[in-house]
């Protein structure tokens, strides 16, 4: 596709100065300028739904964040090395929601830094060093956990210390997920230790976001978590993309899943856009780590950063968004199922409260993924004013995961695009 003249001249500035592994999305690519509640806005005033962004879990510059933020920017923004009982206060709501026992709170900046350190935690705990994570997950950036995102890797294999279980015969409906589950997790144990690894941690993120979006039963991953508990290892549920709500049953994922993590991490829709993350460990963990090395993150925690945690906490509660997630998710995901029947292709819908993923399928087999028809109908929404995003390990499940102030009306718009753009592409 050409590009207005007006892009060129960016994309080609940015080839010019960013480095490769940033990545635009789009045929067409946006150059966004403004953002307001599920709405953002182009430099040509150009208005869209957007029902990607997960981060900005209130909405696009939600006041409450946008006021918290700016008043403590204006008082003082430091870090975590003095009194502050505004931390202290976040940090007792944050662990009175969790069932970690005698759990403590440590920030960071990002979900990246919050699993490297769980992962830190979690083999000085066992002292071992094998770690089981869904076949096409992404935990985050650094060297360490890199290894543990298959999603990342473009060439290669995984170190022989880390193996994956898969979630593809979820896709299926006769597969039992509890007993695939199971038998997947007792193969990656015994993968290990065929390589020599015990296991310490098995990483989840329970809504597996980047796997393709598999949440049901509730419950599936109770026989695979006990299988490691039983070999010695630790649960740590990675809540950077289904905690805060958005799932909808509950505030955090893995409780639909009626699990116990040792460990939590954190991310994205902690600040509403504003850099902060973390874990919730067991204390005397956290006591391990301390007496054989320090952990400071300079920015992690700050007074600005607490200001908007805080603000997004608070305006969770006010304005009901899990609840919301809950009704809107199960209306979204119903009528989406519902046009399963006008289009065979879509093969299957599922999710819970606001994330949604999409499966689709070549129109001859109905079963093959069909990566193409799913960047066609993505970049032909975009043209249409909305914004949606791919996941899965083919690239053909639609990932719907809007702000949590996402309402009916917002989902019927979606609805008449995606219904417009579908007999677009599938007619004849
Ligand atoms: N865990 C999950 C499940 C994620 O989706 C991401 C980010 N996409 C991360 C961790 C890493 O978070 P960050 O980008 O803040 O480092």
């Given at each position: 596709?050409?590009?207005?003249?007006?892009?060129?001249?960016?994309?080609?500035?940015?080839?010019?100065?960013?480095?490769?592994?940033?990545?635009?999305?789009?045929?067409?690519?946006?150059?966004?300028?403004?953002?307001?509640?599920?709405?953002?806005f182009?430099?040509?005033?150009?208005?869209?739904?957007?029902?990607?962004?997960?981060?900005?879990?209130?909405?696009?510059c939600?006041?409450?964040?946008?006021?918290?933020?700016?008043?403590?920017?204006?008082?003082?923004?430091?870090?975590?090395?003095?009194?502050?009982?505004?931390?202290?206060?976040?940090?007792?709501?944050?662990?009175?929601?969790?069932?970690?026992?005698d759990?403590?709170?440590?920030?960071?900046?990002?979900?990246?830094?919050?699993?490297?350190?769980?992962?830190?935690l979690?083999?000085?705990w066992?002292?071992?060093?094998?770690?089981?994570?869904?076949?096409?997950?992404?935990?985050?950036?650094?060297?360490?956990?890199?290894?543990?995102?298959?999603?990342?890797?473009?060439?290669?294999?995984?170190?022989?210390?880390?193996?994956?279980?898969?979630?593809?015969?979820?896709?299926?409906?006769?597969t039992?997920?509890?007993?695939w589950?199971?038998?997947?997790?007792?193969?990656?144990?015994?993968?290990?230790?065929?390589?020599?690894?015990?296991?310490?941690?098995?990483?989840?993120?329970?809504?597996?976001?980047?796997?393709?979006?598999?949440?049901?039963?509730?419950?599936?991953?109770?026989?695979?978590?006990?299988?490691?508990?039983a070999?010695?290892?630790?649960?740590?549920a990675?809540?950077?993309?289904?905690?805060?709500?958005?799932?909808?049953?509950?505030?955090?994922?893995?409780?639909?899943?009626?699990?116990?993590?040792?460990?939590?991490?954190?991310?994205?829709?902690?600040?509403?856009?504003?850099?902060?993350?973390?874990?919730?460990?067991?204390?005397?963990?956290?006591?391990?780590?301390?007496?054989?090395?320090?952990?400071?993150?300079?920015?992690?925690?700050?007074?600005?950063a607490?200001?908007?945690?805080?603000?997004?906490?608070?305006?969770?509660?006010?304005?009901?968004?899990?609840?919301n997630?809950?009704?809107?998710?199960?209306?979204?995901?119903?009528?989406?199922?519902?046009?399963?029947?006008?289009?065979?292709?879509?093969?299957?819908?599922?999710?819970?409260?606001?994330?949604?993923?999409?499966?689709?399928?070549?129109?001859?087999?109905?079963?093959?993924?069909?990566?193409?028809?799913?960047?066609?109908?993505?970049?032909?929404?975009r043209?249409?004013?909305?914004?949606?995003?791919?996941a899965?390990?083919?690239?053909?499940?639609?990932?719907?995961?809007?702000?949590?102030?996402?309402?009916q009306?917002h989902?019927?718009?979606?609805?008449?695009?995606?219904?417009?753009?579908?007999?677009?592409?599938?007619?004849?």
């Amino acid at each position: 596709d050409r590009l207005e003249p007006a892009t060129a001249r960016l994309v080609e500035k940015r080839l010019a100065t960013l480095g490769p592994t940033t990545m635009l999305f789009y045929r067409q690519p946006l150059e966004i300028v403004r953002g307001e509640g599920v709405w953002l806005f182009d430099s040509q005033g150009r208005r869209y739904l957007d029902a990607y962004n997960n981060v900005q879990v209130l909405g696009h510059c939600h006041p409450a964040v946008v006021e918290a933020v700016s008043r403590q920017l204006g008082q003082l923004n430091i870090h975590t090395r003095y009194l502050d009982d505004a931390i202290h206060h976040y940090a007792e709501q944050l662990l009175a929601s969790l069932p970690v026992a005698d759990g403590r709170l440590v920030l960071t900046c990002t979900g990246s830094e919050a699993n490297d350190l769980a992962l830190r935690l979690a083999r000085q705990w066992t002292g071992r060093q094998g770690v089981i994570v869904s076949a096409a997950a992404y935990h985050g950036n650094t060297e360490r956990v890199t290894e543990v995102s298959p999603s990342s890797y473009k060439t290669g294999q995984p170190p022989p210390w880390v193996e994956t279980i898969s979630l593809e015969p979820l896709n299926d409906p006769h597969t039992d997920a509890r007993q695939w589950l199971q038998q997947e997790t007792q193969r990656a144990l015994c993968a290990l230790a065929r390589r020599g690894y015990d296991c310490a941690a098995l990483l989840i993120d329970s809504i597996f976001s980047s796997d393709g979006i598999y949440a049901d039963p509730p419950g599936f991953l109770q026989p695979a978590v006990e299988l490691v508990r039983a070999a010695g290892g630790v649960l740590i549920a990675d809540e950077v993309q289904p905690g805060f709500g958005r799932t909808g049953e509950a505030l955090w994922g893995f409780v639909r899943h009626d699990l116990q993590p040792e460990i939590v991490t954190f991310g994205k829709p902690m600040g509403n856009g504003f850099p902060v993350a973390g874990l919730v460990a067991q204390q005397p963990m956290l006591a391990r780590l301390a007496q054989q090395q320090g952990y400071f993150n300079t920015f992690g925690g700050s007074s600005a950063a607490i200001a908007a945690a805080q603000a997004v906490w608070d305006t969770l509660e006010k304005e009901q968004l899990q609840r919301n997630a809950a009704r809107t998710g199960a209306y979204f995901k119903q009528q989406l199922q519902q046009r399963q029947q006008r289009w065979p292709v879509i093969s299957q819908v599922r999710g819970s409260g606001l994330f949604i993923g999409v499966d689709l399928s070549r129109a001859d087999t109905q079963t093959e993924p069909d990566p193409q028809l799913t960047g066609r109908l993505i970049n032909a929404l975009r043209e249409q004013g909305v914004l949606i995003g791919a996941a899965g390990r083919h690239g053909a499940t639609l990932k719907i995961r809007p702000p949590l102030c996402f309402n009916q009306q917002h989902a019927d718009l979606f609805l008449s695009h995606f219904d417009t753009v579908m007999s677009e592409l599938l007619a004849g």
